[in-house]
């Protein structure tokens, strides 16, 4: 899959959601509009800056983890074949 590709298929995603979540919302039990009392409340002003910030969070983290792990998995085979290379010796 291409870039551009990737690129078009999370904008329809992103205003599909937002269209689910406008129409169907309240009826899901997501109306996170109304203000709360208790203490663990967030401080998003709303649900409108609320989503786009968890919209463009998610793949920005999901790619820092997928560079994290190949990282990861390269230093622990490199550590495995230098270990195995010692032993020989």
């Known amino acids: 899959m ?3 590709t990737f690129l078009a298929y999370y904008i329809i995603g992103y205003f599909i959601t937002l269209l689910v979540l406008i129409m169907w919302g309240k009826k899901l ?7 709360q009392t208790y203490a663990n409340y967030d401080n998003w002003g709303s649900n409108a800056s609320a989503y786009p910030g968890i919209s ?3 793949p920005v983290l999901a ?3 997928v560079i ?3 990282w990861m ?5 490199t550590f495995c074949l ?3 290379r010692n032993r020989e010796r």
Do not use: H, K, N
């Open 29 to 35: 039990g997501l109306d996170y509009d109304v203000e």
């Open 63 to 65: 790619i820092v983890g």
């Open 56 to 58: 463009f969070a998610w």
């Open 2 to 4: 291409s870039g551009l």
């Open 82 to 84: 230098l270990e195995l």
């Open 68 to 70: 994290t792990s190949i």
């Open 73 to 77: 998995g390269l230093s622990f085979l």
